[in-house]
Nanobody, 121 residues
Framework: QVQLVESGGGLVQPGGSLRLGCAAS??????MAWFRQAPGKEREFVAA????????MYADTVKGRFTISRDTAKNTGYLQMNRLKPSDTGVYYC????????????????WGQGTQVTVSS
């Protein structure tokens, strides 16, 4: 059972930046992803990356502003969020899986507890 612990959420003004972290308890994670959920909305895909960092993918709404990365030596993934908008507000969840990689919520077996990101002036 892989445990994921997120960090780095908070309140930021529009146009600002935040970096989220996700520490994994196991080295066997194949893919790591970030999802987010705004109040009253479904959880949506943000970004995903393979274990070796050789491939990554992004939602169109964050492409060019967010960067996903991994530090395999530390078993930690990151989501650098720049030029944040109020529409980026939500609870951000780290997800991981030992075999699968993709944009679907159902494609990930392991989830963190979530961290709140609020973009507001």
């Amino acid at each position: 059972q892989v445990q994921l612990v997120e960090s780095g959420g908070g309140l930021v003004q529009p146009g600002g930046s935040l970096r989220l972290g996700c520490a994994a308890s196991e080295r066997t994670v194949y893919a790591m992803a970030w999802f987010r959920q705004a109040p009253g909305k479904e959880r949506e895909f943000v970004a995903a990356i393979l274990r070796n960092g050789g491939a990554s993918m992004y939602a169109d709404t964050v492409k060019g502003r967010f960067t996903i990365s991994r530090d395999t030596a530390k078993n930690t993934g990151y989501l650098q969020m720049n030029r944040l908008k109020p529409s980026d507000t939500g609870v951000y969840y780290c997800a991981a899986d030992s075999y699968r990689y993709g944009r679907s919520v159902s494609g990930y077996d392991y989830w963190g507890q979530g961290t709140q990101v609020t973009v507001s002036s």
